[in-house]
C-alpha cells in the first residue's frame, strides 16, 4: 500500500492519534497507522451485525485493528499503549468513527461514533498517549463535554431512533455505559515482525 504523503493534510501524518470517517476516511490517515481502532458503538437496529463488522476487515494498511467505543475506551486505550510497548517506539493510532449508512449507501455523521470515538481518544490522553490532529481533539472535546448527557444523545439520535420506541431504552442504553467491557475485540493482530 501506498504511504501516505507527509505534505498531504488529509494523511495527518504528523499526529499520533488521527481521526477521519469511515473506511475512506482510514485510507486517507491510516495506511501508516501501527494501530487502527474502528468505532460502529450501535448495531443496525434490525439486528444485523454483519454491515458494522464488514469494514473492519476491509481497513488499509498492516497495523493491528481493534474495535473500541464508550463502553471499551479504556480497555481499548490500555490495548494501544500495551502495543506501543510491544514496538518499543511511539505508536501512531488512526481513531476510525465509522458513521451509519443511508438508504443510497452513503455514509452518514453517527453521533454515536463521535462520541465513542472521543472517549477513546480522551482515554488515550489520560495514558499520555496525547499529540492528536485537530480532529481527534475536536472529537474527545467533543465526548467531555457531553459525558453527562451520552445515555441520552444515543437513545435521542438518528440512529437510536431507528430502534423500535418500546425497545430503544433497554436496547441502546447497554452501549452507551462507559467502560462496561474490559475485552477489546482484534480484527487484526499486531504483526510479531512489527
Known sequence: MTQPLASDPHAQAKYQIRLDWGVA???????????????????????????????????????????????TAAAAAQWVLDHQVRL??????????????????????????????????????TLGIDY???EAAAAASSFVGLRGAVGHLLTASVSGQEYPADARRAEVTPFGVLNARAEVLVHRPFSAAE
Open 25 to 71: 476516511g482510514a485510507r486517507a490517515v491510516a495506511q501508516d497507522a501501527d494501530v487502527i481502532v474502528w468505532v460502529d458503538v450501535l448495531p443496525p437496529a434490525d439486528g444485523d451485525t454483519a454491515p458494522a463488522n464488514a469494514p473492519a476487515t476491509e481497513l488499509p494498511g498492516s497495523g493491528a485493528v481493534i474495535e473500541g467505543g464508550l463502553s
Open 88 to 125: 518499543g517506539r511511539r505508536a501512531m493510532v488512526a481513531v476510525i468513527p465509522a458513521g451509519a449508512q443511508r438508504a443510497d449507501g452513503g455514509t452518514r455523521f453517527a453521533v454515536e461514533d463521535l462520541l465513542g470515538a472521543g472517549a477513546v481518544i480522551d482515554a488515550l490522553q
Open 132 to 134: 492528536c490532529s485537530p
